[in-house]
């Protein structure tokens, strides 16, 4: 046996005989480890049941093996005969419209479903009655059976059998969805679902010529393991149709991607309660080896090297680790199994008990990169201290940095952290800076510290003996204020940018947005009915400021020739690309709009077709002047020349568009016409009475009142802050056990200064108030600096990435405060009031 296994044989012998003495000392340091490892262990777990479910039940999400969509037209006889070869194809149209009460007396939007008989291919659509599809839809007279989410019936206060009009035809509610096999891959609806048959469309009289409709041509395969096959068959075979394929393996790439993009982003953070967690396992380790020194002493003085004292404190500390990380992953294998009793109906969710191995095995790497980085720096500090130092009390407190051979290993640890949280994300450039800002605020954090101490130590001479007391404390050798302003710092600071982010947001919403925002949009208004339209608008609301455009749809197929599909898109602009676009044709610049690039087309211009490009998009896409722009509109594709770029204010919630064409590009092409009411006077019994009159007179008319709309985003705004703000609270948990690791760790010296104070004539009272003093110094220091990293990080995600101003709000700050010195001063009491009862005599025959 060589050297080197005899001695770790010794050191295993010894770490496991040592550890019988139990975990003292040890349970927030596993309560850390544990806290975050399950965090990522039950992140990735539940994103990965999720996105599997997607995946291994794409034939029912996507209710058939193929998806053809065609916007704005019907399938010519050519292709329907190409789909048919195929296999059993099932045809459904999705558009928006009103449905209105028989009597007139209210009205709502709605997503109208229409369907033929052999839908659903995959799946099973269920209703209440459970009655079949077709019966619930036939055809009685001049009426026609429909299916409507309850939702609706409760905004609309109707029953099953009560009757409604859409369009031109006459529905009657012969029972409520309750389960439909593919709305999860038609994607967000901001209405309740209306289910009718093709049949009652056409009675209906809503698709008409530039009628905002997505046709769905559904394909069950004979052999399913075509499916790519037969997509670049129908490709090639139909180069200009401009219909969008999907296959089942990716029956709904948007819901997939959102999931994954939020489970990174929730592993992140819990990443960051990890690393919070990493200041926590610090901690524990020095109070740990502070305990052990009179134990350390003598295995030096009884010849033990240095390396071997190390490695045996290292194997009970990496097991010990082992126990917390194995905490985490029975907490996070188990979440999948908890989240899908909330997420069923939600989400596609798996329909048996299954593992993910490779989450667990992500989290558990992190837990124990985690433990090795911070707790190797104490280690080599304990290994640099004599023993005869040791004899005489002294404590771990190094000042400075241990030699460089611990110092590279703690490097080299946190960089393979950093690399794998990097190699796994979704999007890698976002981890990046998410973990950079994690480092940078760690140093921060330290110099902040720092700054504190040194301005305690350089502060004027104060009366009050304990506040004399506090300052000294908080500058003095082995004071807690590194301790305790990184435990809260980072913490504190992750949950004021998300809760700065939020208010942001919901101001906007209900806020500037909604006072800029027009009453309503009215959408597939045809030619021949613009001018009573615009007369039913013009006497409802004599102030209000109209606006119309004309609006086509179409999909972009290619840039400079390239097709899209074979090109790689950055995730900031693939929104750009996925289905169809409205897009329209202007003589001149939007008032709205402003050029930051190129030049507008003359107004009587008739040469090659030209676009204006929406400015961020077309930088997120590499998009430049005199690059070209594919786009299929009602099956033909249409190149047009980039001839400027030009700013887009999204957030206005105003007529805006992508890409403006100019007017020569669609000279002739059939359309319909989009418009919006701007009337801040107009009150809710107005705006009913214009809603009302539009519907009647122009039942083809889908009319959106945008307050409805908004009050939706806001609803979905404040179920996702609410989401962010439990995952950023584990980071906060993980920094408040921090905290009372620190403080635990810092009790024996605590205790001599408290026995000391006493001896010399110091009331309880004395140190409590000194305690205070400190812990409300260092709290009201800590939550500074959370507002002001939270505010710089919130101003830079708001104001850059989404583009919408950014306020401070003075709300946040309070709590923030608040907060903070709750934690701090109801923290360090308790952990300092068994102190304060020591008995004297024991501690000062150890001093």
């Known amino acids: 046996m060589s050297a080197f296994s005899s001695r770790l044989a010794i050191s295993w012998k010894l770490a496991l005989r040592e550890m019988r003495g139990g975990l003292s000392g040890f349970y927030i340091f596993l309560a850390c480890i544990a806290l975050g490892t399950a965090a990522i262990a039950g992140v990735n777990s539940v994103s990965r049941a999720i996105t599997g479910a997607i995946a291994g039940q794409g034939q029912e999400i996507l209710a058939g093996d193929l998806r053809f969509e065609l916007d704005n037209r019907e399938a010519s006889a050519e292709e329907f005969q190409f789909l048919e070869s195929l296999g059993e194809v099932a045809v459904s149209t999705g558009l928006r419209s009103m449905a209105r009460v028989a009597d007139g007396s209210e009205q709502g939007l709605v997503e109208v479903k229409a369907v033929d008989d052999a839908y659903p291919l995959y799946g099973t659509f269920r209703a209440e009655p459970d009655r079949p599809l077709a019966e619930l839809l036939q055809r009685d007279g001049d009426t026609f059976g429909a299916v409507a989410a309850p939702l609706l019936l409760d905004r609309l206060g109707l029953q099953p059998g009560d009757e409604l009009l859409v369009g031109n035809a006459r529905l009657r509610l012969t029972g409520t969805v309750q389960a439909e096999p593919d709305a999860a891959s038609e994607g967000f609806g901001f209405a309740p679902r209306l289910l009718m048959s093709r049949e009652a469309l056409t009675a209906s009289g809503l698709v008409q010529t530039g009628s905002l409709v997505e046709h769905a041509y559904k394909i069950r395969l004979d052999n399913p393991g075509q499916r790519t096959a037969v997509q670049d068959r129908a490709s090639d075979q139909f180069p200009d149709a401009g219909w969008s394929i999907r296959t089942s393996d990716r029956a709904a790439p948007s819901l997939t991607e959102n999931v994954e993009r939020f489970s990174q982003f929730l592993t992140l953070v819990g990443l960051t309660a990890l690393i919070v967690g990493g200041v926590g396992v610090a901690n524990a380790v020095r109070a740990f080896l502070d305990s052990k020194r009179t134990t350390i002493a003598t295995f030096k003085c009884l010849g033990a090297p240095a390396g071997v004292v190390t490695t045996i404190y290292l194997i009970q500390i990496l097991l010990l680790a082992a126990v917390g990380i194995l905490i985490g992953l029975v907490i996070g294998a188990i979440s999948p199994f908890i989240a899908i009793r909330f997420l069923d109906g939600v989400l596609p969710v798996p329909r048996g008990i299954t593992f993910y191995p490779g989450a667990l095995a992500l989290a558990a790497l992190f837990g124990l990169l985690i433990t090795f980085a911070f707790s ?472």
């Open 376 to 847: 190797v720096l104490p280690l080599g500090h304990a290994r640099q201290v004599p023993a005869t130092a040791l004899f005489r009390e002294q404590s771990f407190e190094g000042s400075g940095l241990p030699s460089w051979p611990y110092v590279l290993a703690a490097g080299v640890a946190l960089a393979a952290l950093a690399a794998i949280a990097v190699i796994t994300a979704e999007e890698r450039f976002v981890a990046g800076i998410f973990l950079a800002a994690v480092a940078g605020a760690f140093i921060l954090l330290r110099l902040v510290a720092l700054l504190i101490a040194a301005l305690a130590r350089r502060s004027p001479r104060v009366r009050s003996p304990a506040l004399r007391l506090a300052i000294g404390n908080i500058h003095r050798p082995g004071a807690l204020t590194p301790s305790v302003v990184l435990s809260l710092g980072l913490g504190l600071a992750l949950l004021v940018t998300l809760a700065l982010i939020d208010g942001n947001l919901r101001q906007q919403l209900t806020g500037r947005m909604a006072q800029q925002a027009p009453n309503f949009f009215f959408v597939d208004i045809q030619s021949g009915e613009r001018e009573g339209f615009i007369d039913i608008l013009q006497r409802n609301a004599p102030e209000g400021t109209i606006s119309q455009v004309p609006m086509l749809r179409g999909r972009i197929t290619a840039f400079n020739g390239e097709d899209i599909s074979q090109m790689e898109v950055p995730p900031g602009g693939r929104w750009v690309l996925r289905g169809d676009r409205g897009i329209t044709y202007e003589e001149v610049l939007p008032s709205n709009a402003t050029l930051t690039a190129g030049e507008w087309w003359p107004a009587d211009y008739d040469g090659e077709p030209l676009v204006s490009f929406s400015a961020e998009e077309g930088g997120e896409l590499g998009l430049k002047l005199g690059d070209t722009v594919t786009v299929n509109v009602l099956g033909r594709n249409i190149t047009a020349r980039i001839a400027s770029f030009r700013e887009v204010e999204w957030e206005s919630l105003s007529i805006n568009f992508v890409m403006v064409f100019s007017p020569n590009t669609f000279r002739g092409a059939p359309h319909a016409w989009l418009a919006t009411l701007t009337d801040a006077d107009a009150t809710a019994a107005q705006e009913a009475a214009i809603l009302r009159e539009v519907t009647t007179a122009y039942p083809t008319i889908t009319s959106v009142r945008v307050k409805d709309a908004i009050d939706i985003v806001d609803r979905l705004v404040g179920q996702l802050a609410t989401a962010i703000r439990a995952a950023a609270a584990v980071a906060l948990i993980a920094s408040v056990l921090v905290l009372s690791g620190a403080l635990a760790a810092g009790n024996r010296a605590r205790t001599h200064d408290a026995v000391i104070l006493k001896t010399l004539g110091g009331t309880r009272g004395l140190l409590i108030r000194a305690f205070s003093y400190e812990y409300i110094i260092l709290g009201t220091a800590t939550a500074v600096f959370a507002l002001l990293a939270g505010g710089v990080s919130a101003w830079y995600v708001v104001s850059r990435i989404m583009n919408l101003p950014s306020v401070f709000l003075p709300d946040v700050a309070v709590i923030t405060i608040i907060g903070a010195l709750v934690l701090t001063v109801g923290i360090g009491l308790l952990g300092t009031w068994r102190v304060l009862g020591q008995k004297a005599a024991p501690v000062l025959r150890e001093l």
